[in-house]
């Protein structure tokens, strides 16, 4: 156990539906991530997030729109997905974003779009 | 048994042996690296790191080497076991501020028995 759970762990949803991701971390830590990570390809970073406020969008279709309540929580909202959407999603906590530090990543949501 | 590149992405060792996984990074300006293991199922998990003012780095059963001049990363695994086999990936920071980390595609590690 790393110390970040994500529900669900897996979620088959259709181009219409609108779903949500959860991530939490009993880590203390203030920065959190949201990866995709395809098949045979590198992880890739969505969104950013440190002591609640975004940092980074690294140019992810509105139809992901991210929600961090706190700095324990961590929401991505879908709503009109596409099946190249489908993807294990991770998300990741760090201490924060001012120095350099290892990420924890929680197990993922393996998300299929039909 | 070692990988010469990120262009072989499979590695297979009999149980025992030492294992080196190779990574090539792009970026001469970062300044921290971590491995990365990911079993089938499972979120990546923290091995071992480096930061760029060391060349080598030791833990339990793992030593990852930092050669700054050709910007090549290894993780050496000594006594592989089964519990191993995994995908291993390398990850840089690029350096000026933040924590964004820029990951490889990863070597799948196998383990003969």
């Known amino acids: 156990e790393t110390g970040v759970t994500q529900t669900p762990r897996h979620l088959v949803m259709g181009m219409t539906n609108k779903k949500s991701l959860k991530c939490e971390q009993h880590?203390?830590?203030?920065?959190m991530y949201w990866y995709k990570q395809s098949a045979k390809k590198p992880l890739e970073l969505m969104f950013v997030?440190?002591?609640?406020?975004?940092?980074e969008n690294n140019s992810v279709p509105s139809r992901f729109s991210p929600e961090c309540p706190n700095s324990s929580h961590l929401f991505l909202h879908l709503h009109t997905l596409q099946p190249e959407d489908s993807a294990l999603y991770l998300c990741a906590s760090s201490q924060d974003l001012a120095g350099a530090y290892e990420q924890y990543f929680g197990p993922g949501t393996r998300l299929t779009v039909t | 048994g070692e990988n010469v590149g990120l262009h072989l992405p499979t590695l297979s060792v009999q149980e025992g042996d030492n294992s080196i996984i190779n990574c090539a990074y792009s970026?001469?300006?970062?300044?921290?690296f971590i491995w990365y293991k990911q079993e089938s199922g499972k979120g990546p998990q923290f091995i071992i790191d480096i930061r760029s003012n060391m060349d080598k780095r030791q833990g339990q059963r793992v030593t990852v080497l930092l050669n700054k001049t050709v910007k090549h990363l290894s993780l050496q695994i000594a006594a592989t076991q089964p519990g191993d086999s995994a995908v291993y990936f390398c990850?840089?920071?690029?350096?000026?501020?933040?924590?964004?980390?820029?990951f490889g595609t990863g070597t799948q590690l196998k383990v003969e028995l």
């Open positions: 997030y440190n002591f609640k406020e975004q940092t």
């Open positions: 880590l203390g830590h203030n920065a």
């Open positions: 990850a840089e920071r690029p350096g000026g501020g933040g924590n964004k980390l820029t």
């Open positions: 970026n001469s300006a970062s300044d921290y």
